[in-house]
């Protein structure tokens, strides 16, 4: 596996102006500064509560969402200085998973025809067009005669497979998921996560999964970022995250999975309050109102992020009190 990064954010800051309560303007930070690297063949789970700006940062690192700050550069060039047709490559090579691929859908349209539809704008002829969509629709097992079938004849099941099909048609480099099996029962769950993972693979595809789910991501994943309030506040290889975290949120994440008692304390004490509003960051480390370790610095000052193995970082200013 090259390591070198396929696609990369540098200080990536997104604002949304929302109205408040009093009909006035209110700005609301769903992205700080957020830094990554996705190398190429790695698989990249990025995870956090609801809210925290998972979805904001997949669709821009996909280039379906402008930032208000910061770049993604794939293989090294800003996509702000990409040109016409380079851009359009890109979009090719990024292709996006939602968690409803019906929505994505065209409901009027066969579903051959629509994962088909990438192969026909690349001018590719019908009869090879043909091939490709029985090797894809094999690949991700969709039976041959689903083609002549329109969406809303489908599970969801059979949905999310139409929608990872029809992103594989486009030939991708690039699969940035977000939350692919999260509206799926647990047994469907799991036939679509073995999908991509033998996607990965048999397409070599460089892959970013969005999930709330830290068990998934442990999976399917090489490398995990924790999320909190539009930073990131923990990132390093799956299982060093799960055996030896260094962040006080990312072990109240882990201790609430349900089914692994690994929690000394009880988990009610992990994980104090609601989610802040992303209306008003807390000041110093944004963790620390519902942080049980907080001391006055934590209030006052950013926790810069400390690199303690390879690939294995967090922001907080505990960390070596906490897990040394
Ligand atoms: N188009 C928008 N306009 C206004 N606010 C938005 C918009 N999109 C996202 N937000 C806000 O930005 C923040 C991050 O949202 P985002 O959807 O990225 O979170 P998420 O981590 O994907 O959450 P979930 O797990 O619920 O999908 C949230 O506070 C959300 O309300
Ligand atoms: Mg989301």
Known sequence: MSKSPILSAADLHKTFKVSSHNYSTAVLTALGQVSLQLSAGETLGIAGESGCGKSTLAKIMAGLMEPDGGSVLYKGTKL????????TLFRRKTQMIFQDPFSSLNPRMRIGDSI????????????????????IMAAVGLQSDAANRFPDEFSGGQRQRIGIARALAASPEILIADEPVSSLDISIQ???INILLQMKTDFALSMMIVSHNLLVLRHICDRIIIMYLGEIVECGPASMLFQRCRHPYTEALIAAIPGLHIAAVPKSELLQDDLPSALSIPSGCRFHPRCRHAVDL???????TVEYARGHSAACHLSNRLYD
């Open 80 to 87: 702000s200085q990409l040109g016409q047709g380079e851009r």
């Open 116 to 135: 088909a539809e990438p192969l026909k704008i690349i001018g590719t002829s019908t009869v090879r067009q043909r091939e490709e969509l029985a090797r």
């Open 190 to 192: 799991a036939q679509i």
């Open 298 to 304: 934590c209030r006052h000052e950013v926790p810069k």
